[in-house]
């Protein structure tokens, strides 16, 4: 009898020791596919498929700091774009203005009410002048954290006779903000001045 008791406890010992490592395994299998599905549900999320013109493209999304400098840049030649870069189309002249105040803070308002209240886009429009820019370098110290920029580029005014060419130096800084349909990169343009924009030649067309 004793002896059937102490075979019935060790087989008891035996189950509770296989018992308890299926019950680990079953723990430590299921938190590895927790973790699993979480890897590849991030991963996924980070794919994003376009399609355009009958194609499927696939792209992958990065983190803001991986671009921040990309994105600067793409940033600031939008606004100067739609600064430098006019019709003699009043209608259009307001909107590129009005799209360009989104981009900027006070200072950029600032530099277009003076050129408002010179008269400046009546005389390109009486004069049917347009305006274009070339920016041959952007410039963004990505180590600060208020990103000051500088732009070197050229503008090209166009009149019906002759063109004239000027140089065109910007700075300023770049604070991160929220994005927006109106402002898709998320920076907002601070401290902003023109620090060279002088006559440089002028030919005929």
Known sequence: MLTKLKQLDS?????????????????????????????QLSKARQEVYLVTQDQV???????RDALIGVEARSHLKQFHNLLFTLSPDERLIEQQLAESLYLGDQSVKFHLDNLRETGYY????????????????????????????????KQEIIRTSS???????????????????????????????????????????
Do not use: M
């Open 11 to 39: 087989a008891f010992v035996h189950l509770k020791f296989w018992t308890l490592v299926l019950v680990s395994f079953c723990l430590l299998f299921s938190g590895w596919t927790v973790w699993y599905c979480y890897g």
């Open 57 to 63: 493209l696939k792209a992958f999304a990065n983190p």
């Open 122 to 153: 009546k005389k390109l429009l009486a004069a049917n002048v347009s305006q274009r820019v070339q920016l041959d370098s952007i410039q963004v110290d990505e180590t600060r954290s208020d990103y000051p920029f500088r732009v070197y580029g």
């Open 163 to 205: 063109i004239l060419f000027r140089s065109l130096i910007t700075s300023g800084n770049l604070r991160p903000i929220q994005r927006s349909p109106a402002n898709p990169h998320g920076f907002l343009i601070e401290n902003w001045e023109i620090l060279d924009n002088r006559d440089l030649y002028q030919k005929a067309r």
